[in-house]
C-alpha cells in the first residue's frame, strides 16, 4: 500500500511537472521546506559524520528554511525532547536527527515510547551511503557504526515507527520524503528517514506548491451511521452517562467537536491518565470529573463510574493502569470487575465497540463518529430524556490547605502537592496555568488532580520509560513558544528517574529556559517496590523489606545543589514543609543565569521518607 501511495504521489507531483531540478533546490533543501511546512520548527540534533552533510544546512539561512537546530546531549535525551515537543498543541511536529548505528540504536527505545504513545515525530538518521554498503557487500569491509552491511537500523526502525524509508536517490527522494511526513500527519506516529551520506546536496525536483497534510482515515458510511445509532440507543436508555476522554481526542486535533459533543450530551466526563489535559480542566461550559485512575482516582470519581449504565469512551488508549487495582488479566476470583463492564462504548483508532464485542465496526473514524453523534443529537428524535445526567460529587480536585501538613514535619507526597498547588499553581488562569511534566511513577500518579490548561499536563505513561520528564522538559518549552503560549514549566521527577537524563540539565541552561524541576528524593525506585510488594510501605514492625534492586545508592552522595549550579542553573534542598513554603516564595522570580544573562532552571531537591506513599496509592497496602 505504502509503495503504491508513492509511485501515484511521485507520478501526481513530479512527472507532470514543467519545472526540470535545479541546482538550488537539493535533497536536503525540500526535506526541511517539507519539515517546515508540517509543523517542525526545531530539530534535536545530534550530529555524525554520515549526517553532517545536511545537518550543516540547518546552520544556514539560505538552506533550513527557517528550521532551528538544537544541539541536546545525548540521543536519548534528544527523541525525548522531541516527542514532548510534539505532545504540546495541534500543528507543532517533533523532529530528532543523529547518525547511523551508535546514535540511532541509542535512541530506538526512546522512538519506541513515542510510537507506542501515538507522538508524531520525524526521526531522521545519517547512514553510509550506498557505496559504502556496496564495499561492504564485495570487499567485506565494516564500516563505522555499521553491525554489517544489512540495512539494520532501517529494519530496527520500521517495526517502532509507522513508515521506515531510505533517502538514496534525488529521483525518487521527493516522493518518499513526502510519504513520510504526510504519514507521521496522518498516523500522529513516529515516521524514518534514512538519509544516505553524499545525497543531500544532490539536485532534486522543486516543492510542489501543494503543501503536505493529514489524510482523513477512511470510514464507511453505512458503518457510521451504523455505530452512530449503535451508540445513540444506549444514550438514550442511559440514566447515568459518563463519557471518558482520551489522548487521541487531542493527538488528532478533536478538542472543539468532543467539548461541544459534551455539551449536547450534558454528561459529566473524566479523562484516561493519558488523556489528561485533553482539555483545559478549568472550564465551566464542559463537566469535568476528573482522571480515572482505577483505584487510584478520587473515591467520588470511582463512584461515578461505578453507577454509570452508559460509559462512553472516546480516544482512549487502554492501559493497565488504566484500571488500575480494579480489573486484572491473571485469574483472581476475588477481583473486582465490573468495569469495564458490558455497557461500555469504545471508540478509537479507527474502530468502535459497544459492549463486550457485541457490536463492532472496524472502518469507523473518530473524527467521523463524533460529526455523526453531534447530528443525531441535533436531530428532532435526538432528545436525551435522561439528560444533563448526574455528576460527581464534589469538586473533581480536592487537594487539602497546606494548614493540614504542619510547617515542621517532614515533606509528603501529599504535603508537596498542597503546598505546591495553594502557594504556586493556585490563581493562574487557563491561558498561564503553568505546564506539568510528570515523570513515569508516582511523580505522575501523585499528582493526576493538579488542575492543568489545555495540553497542560505532559507524561510518558504507556510505555512508561522512568527519566522522560526531564528529557522532554526543553522540547516542551520550545513547543509553547511555537504555540504563542505563555506558561512556565514545573517538571516534577524521581531520584533515579532523574539521574537517568539529568544532562539535559545543560540544554535547558544553553536555552534560556526558566524551568522549576523538583527532584523526589526518597532515595528509591518507589513505584517499583509498591508494584512488587506495597507491604513493604507499611510503617509495622513486621512489614516487609525493601527489596535491594529498588535501592538509588548513589542518592546519599549527591549534592544537588552543587549540581544544579555545575550546569549552569539554581539550586535548593528541603525536607520540611517549612522550608518548601520558603522555597516556593522565591521561585515566583525566575533565576538570571550570570554568565549567559538568560534565565535557567532552578532545581529543588524534595527529601522524602522512603516509606512515604502518595495518599492514592495507599489502598496496595495490606498492613497486619
Not at 509498591?530 to 545508592?553: E, K, R
Request: aromatic share 8%; glycine share 8%; hydrophobic share 45%.
Amino acid at each position: 500500500m505504502i509503495t503504491q501511495f508513492v509511485n501515484d504521489h511521485f507520478d501526481r507531483e513530479y512527472r507532470t511537472q514543467a519545472v526540470a531540478p535545479v541546482a538550488s533546490q537539493t535533497v536536503a533543501t525540500y526535506l526541511n521546506t517539507r519539515l517546515k511546512q508540517i509543523g517542525v520548527s526545531h530539530v534535536f540534533c545530534i550530529p555524525g559524520d554520515y549526517l553532517a552533510e545536511w545537518a550543516a544546512t540547518l546552520d544556514d539561512p539560505a538552506q533550513n528554511a527557517g528550521l532551528v537546530r538544537i544541539h541536546p546531549n545525548n540521543e536519548m535525551c534528544a527523541t525525548y525532547a522531541a516527542d514532548g515537543y510534539g505532545r504540546v498543541a495541534n500543528g507543532v511536529i517533533g523532529c530528532v536527527a543523529f547518525t547511523y548505528g551508535a546514535g540511532g540504536i541509542n535512541a530506538a527505545q526512546a522512538v519506541a515510547g513515542a510510537y507506542a504513545e501515538y507522538s508524531p515525530l520525524v526521526v531522521i538518521n545519517g547512514s553510509p551511503s550506498v557505496a559504502q554498503f556496496n564495499s561492504q557487500r564485495d570487499q567485506g569491509v565494516l564500516y563505522h557504526h555499521m553491525l554489517n552491511g544489512s540495512h539494520t537500523d532501517q529494519r530496527i526502525f520500521a517495526e517502532i515507527t509507522e513508515i521506515a524509508v531510505r533517502i538514496d536517490n534525488p529521483a525518487t527522494a521527493p516522493a518518499l520524503i513526502d510519504a513520510a511526513l504526510q504519514t507521521c500527519l496522518t498516523t500522529s506516529r513516529p515516521v524514518y528517514i534514512e538519509l544516505a551520506s553524499q545525497t543531500a546536496h544532490m539536485a532534486c525536483a522543486p516543492v510542489p506548491q501543494r503543501r503536505l497534510s493529514a489524510s482523513r482515515i477512511p470510514s464507511s458510511p453505512a458503518s457510521v451511521a451504523e455505530a452512530c445509532a449503535a451508540v445513540m440507543a444506549h444514550l438514550k436508555a442511559a440514566e447515568r452517562v459518563v463519557i471518558i476522554g482520551g489522548a487521541e481526542i487531542a493527538r488528532f486535533g478533536l478538542q472543539k467537536p468532543f467539548a461541544e459533543l459534551l455539551r449536547r450530551i450534558d454528561a459529566p466526563y473524566a479523562t484516561s491518565p493519558l488523556g489528561k489535559s485533553v482539555l483545559s480542566e478549568l472550564r465551566t461550559d464542559v463537566r469535568f470529573a476528573g482522571v480515572y485512575f482505577g483505584r487510584s482516582s478520587s473515591p467520588a470519581l470511582q463512584q461515578l463510574l461505578e453507577a454509570a449504565d452508559c460509559v462512553l469512551a472516546l480516544g482512549v488508549q487502554d492501559t493497565d493502569f488504566n484500571y488500575l487495582g480494579v480489573v486484572t488479566p491473571d485469574y483472581n476470583p476475588a477481583a473486582k470487575t465490573t468495569l469495564p463492564g458490558p455497557d461500555r462504548i469504545q471508540a478509537r483508532n479507527g474502530a468502535v465497540l459497544v459492549g463486550r464485542s457485541s457490536a463492532y465496526w472496524g472502518d469507523v473514524g473518530l473524527a467521523d463518529l463524533i460529526a455523526a453523534l453531534l447530528d443525531a443529537l441535533a436531530a428532532a428524535d435526538g432528545t436525551l430524556a435522561h439528560a444533563p445526567f448526574p455528576g460527581i460529587e464534589g469538586p473533581p480536585s480536592d487537594i487539602p490547605p497546606t494548614s493540614q501538613y504542619p510547617a515542621g514535619d517532614p515533606i509528603t507526597f501529599d504535603s508537596f502537592k498542597s503546598y505546591l498547588h495553594h502557594e504556586f499553581l493556585k490563581g493562574h488562569d487557563a491561558d498561564h496555568c503553568p505546564q506539568i511534566i510528570a515523570d513515569s511513577g508516582f511523580s505522575f500518579l501523585s499528582n493526576i488532580d493538579l488542575q492543568c490548561g489545555e495540553g497542560g499536563y505532559i507524561a510518558q505513561l504507556a510505555w512508561a520509560a522512568i527519566g522522560y520528564g526531564v528529557g522532554a522538559t526543553p522540547g516542551v518549552v520550545l513547543a509553547n513558544e511555537v504555540a504563542g503560549r505563555t506558561r512556565r514549566t514545573v517538571t516534577i521527577t524521581g531520584d533515579g528517574a532523574f539521574a537517568e537524563t539529568l544532562n539535559a540539565l545543560g540544554t535547558i541552561a544553553q536555552l534560556g529556559q526558566d524551568v522549576l524541576i523538583f527532584v523526589m528524593d526518597n532515595r528509591v525506585f518507589a513505584v517499583e517496590q509498591w508494584l512488587i510488594n506495597a507491604d513493604a510501605f507499611c510503617d509495622t514492625a513486621d512489614a516487609p523489606p525493601f527489596v535491594p534492586l529498588t535501592a538509588v545508592p548513589q542518592g546519599a552522595i549527591w549534592d544537588y545543589v552543587k549540581l544544579a549550579e555545575g550546569f549552569g542553573g539554581r539550586g535548593f534542598a528541603v525536607a520540611s514543609n517549612a522550608q518548601l513554603s520558603s522555597v516556593l516564595g522565591e521561585l515566583k522570580t525566575p533565576c538570571i543565569n550570570t554568565m549567559t544573562g538568560k534565565p535557567t532552571f532552578t532545581l529543588i531537591a524534595v527529601r522524602l521518607p522512603a516509606k512515604c506513599l502518595p495518599g492514592n496509592a495507599a489502598w496496595k497496602m495490606k498492613c497486619g
